[in-house]
């Protein structure tokens, strides 16, 4: 929203820590399309983002990049690396010129140890995480591509606000490497969509018209999938 401020960074941060690690924290400004992260790097800082949208990016051996999710105002990532001190284990990529407060990784295990608000933060994040991969991983092993493409298209959707407006969509190439398709065969389904009265499509910009026949879908095709005893 034009004018709101931006979100204080680092959100595990009671009025205590904040005072006392606050000033140890520096800002970082990074370009569109540039690089924060690099997978496989051995930093270990911890960044919250201030202003601007980033993207978590997985790259295969052949070069091809897969989206993960993506970032915007006070998202925090590179806390793995942080706590294990191993490499990173994903690219992170600006999508827009971006301002990011960056957490020494000392202070963000100091905060960790001293405050079990901030260690509740961090297991309730973990937490998530492991599900929405638990979720993901069904995905890729149980459903066909288009039940797959329907249910990115729902997680999209319910992040949305306005809720169902999904803006600005990611591309048909993005959506491909987000389920494991090729483009090809986004757009095809897209099309079928739009058709049947699911969705609606505009300038970088997708509506779900329907949830719950789109929900329904995805529902059908999961039990279909699920072997018989």
Do not use: Y
């Not at 993506?70 to 010129?97: C, K, Q």
């Amino acid at each position: 929203m034009p004018g709101s401020p931006s979100p204080q960074p680092f959100p595990f941060l009671s009025p205590r820590l904040r005072r006392q690690f606050g000033e140890r924290l520096h800002q970082r400004r990074v370009a569109a399309g540039k690089m924060i992260l690099a997978s496989g790097a051995r930093s270990l800082d911890v960044f919250c983002i201030v202003e601007g949208d980033a993207r978590i990016v997985l790259h295969s051996p052949a070069g091809r990049a897969v989206s993960v999710r993506d970032l915007g105002p006070g998202d925090v990532f590179g806390e793995l690396a942080a706590l294990d001190g191993g490499p990173r284990s994903a690219s992170v990529v600006a999508l827009t010129p971006a301002t990011l407060a960056v957490m020494p990784r000392a202070d963000f295990l100091a905060c960790l140890e001293a405050s079990p608000a901030a260690s509740l933060w961090l297991a309730r994040r973990l937490g998530a995480e492991v599900r929405r991969l638990t979720e993901r991983v069904f995905e890729l092993s149980a459903l066909n591509a288009q039940a797959r493409l329907h249910s990115e298209l729902l997680r999209l959707a319910r992040l949305a606000s306005p809720a169902r407006v999904i803006a600005p969509a990611p591309t048909h190439e993005e959506l491909a490497n987000r389920i494991g398709s090729h483009r090809e065969a986004v757009t095809r389904e897209l099309r079928r969509l739009v058709r049947h009265g699911l969705v609606a499509t505009g300038h970088r910009r997708l509506e779900i018209l329907d949830l719950e026949r789109l929900e329904a879908a995805v529902r059908d095709t999961a039990s279909a999938s699920l072997p018989t005893r």
